[in-house]
């Protein structure tokens, strides 16, 4: 062999190291993110740190994230058409290790993402449809005796009932009182279905009142919102009422008119 032909397998050899060493980096950096958030949801769950914890630590990923998932792409797309013409064997393995490390760093910044409250959002966690008259907890006040939100409208720093009935008015124009011409029966047996289909813990059920009571706990950081609907007779049928209320949290960044919203789209 001569001298051009070990320069060459030299130069080679070299390139191989480099795209395995970035590739592999790429995959790590990523897989560490996508770990490191995911941890910070984990740990509300074995309760090993309460939910502020939970946002710094996805805050802090939410940071980084983003650009090291551009940066990762860039690279990914360079470590493929690299490998190709300098280790064409192994140019798919590379590739797929620098991909999942972009798809985990990217991952570990949209998660996060979710719970930026979109423009326009209140800082409030308590919606209802009659914001005159608050539906009152029943059987899901005792559940929240420990609450560090208590279940008086209004009662939150910086607030009161008239200014947070106004802020959700203005948000959230939709969230009013929906009237049915189906009997007050029929509608409560609907509200039971959708309670069922959208995975809420049911707390009560009284047909004679009208009131269904219920809970749902969030997926990622395990959050508990209660939920109470009531539904009246009226003269041309009946009319629904609900309101959703977060345990804790001063912002629930549009989670509770969201739920509220899926609610009169499953009894529809």
Known sequence: MNATSEDQSSASLSGRKALTTVALLILVAGLGLGAYALFASLGVWFGMWDFRTGFDMLRTVNASADWVAWISLALTIGIFVAARRIAPANAKRLATFAAVGTIAA???????????????????????????????????????????????????????????????????????????????????????????????????????????????????????????????????GTVLNARSKSRVGGSDIGKNAARLRALFAEIR
Do not use: C
């Open 106 to 236: 990217a991952l570990a910044y949209l998660v996060p993402e979710t719970y930026r409250a979109p423009e326009g959002t209140p800082p409030i966690h308590d919606i209802t449809t009659d914001t005159d008259n608050p539906l009152q907890f029943v059987a899901v006040a005792p559940l929240r005796a420990n609450a560090p939100n208590s279940v008086i409208y209004g009662d939150q720093p910086n607030w009161d009932a008239v200014k947070m009935a106004a802020a959700q008015k203005e948000a959230y124009p939709e969230i009013v009182p929906q009237e049915f011409t189906e009997s007050k029966e029929e509608v409560f047996n609907r509200v039971l279905e959708a309670v069922n289909t959208l995975g809420w813990e049911l707390v009560d059920q009284n047909l004679a009142e009208g009131r269904v009571e219920a809970t749902d706990t969030t997926f990622w950081f395990r959050f508990k919102d209660d939920v109470i609907i009531l539904i009246t007779e009226t003269p041309n």
